[in-house]
């Protein structure tokens, strides 16, 4: 009998954060579209830049990825995954197998404007808070419904609940100037 082939290694991108990150949004791994593209949420159906640029107040999907990457460090939010590297067939977050978390606290440890942490989706928050607790991180925390298009709930719940979000940004979604 032949042995199923093994998945590959998928590994997270770099951090998106500055020392003016004031919210740090950690999802779990990137999935197959992502990888491919080198892009956080690539996948078009990923609700994840219409969610967050309603956050902040900017048409991010309209924008190039480079520029959607400066406006959250513009306005206050970093971006990051739990997962630094696991075995994955495909994208879901239920297939990750044998991973190895992010450094999660060492990333926060160097974020001195930092004041809460949020998840998109389930895994994320189970792993991530696991590690925040571990490593004594006491930040408000907000779980996230996923922006994935695998989590079926209405948009207009998920942008609800993201908009949550603002609380941790000044009124206009931009860094304050204290």
């Excluded at 020392?19 to 690539?42: K, M, N």
């Excluded at 994840?48 to 206050?76: D, K, T």
């Excluded at 990333?107 to 696991?130: D, H, K, M």
Aim: hydrophobic content about 45%; charged content about 15%.
């Amino acid at each position: 009998m032949p042995t199923p082939a093994v998945p590959a290694l998928k590994r997270n991108f770099p951090p998106v954060v500055d020392t003016h990150t004031r919210l740090l949004i950690l999802g779990s791994l990137p999935g197959e579209v992502s990888l491919a593209q080198q892009q956080y949420y690539a996948h078009p159906q990923n609700r994840f830049w219409y969610l967050v640029g309603e956050v902040i107040g900017e048409p991010l999907p309209s924008l190039a990825y480079e520029v959607r990457l400066n406006v959250l460090r513009a306005r206050g939010v970093g971006l990051w995954d739990v997962v630094a590297q696991a075995r994955r067939e495909g994208s879901l977050d239920s297939n990750i197998r044998l991973h190895a978390g992010s450094d999660l606290v060492g990333l926060i440890e160097t974020l001195p404007s930092l004041r809460a942490v949020a998840f998109n989706g389930g895994t994320a928050a189970r792993i991530g808070q696991r590690a925040l607790a571990q490593g004594g991180v006491t930040l408000p925390v907000v779980l996230l419904p996923s922006s994935s298009p695998a989590y079926t709930i209405p948009l207009a719940t998920k942008r609800d609940a993201w908009l949550a979000l603002r609380e941790w940004l000044d009124d206009s979604g931009s860094v304050s100037s204290c």
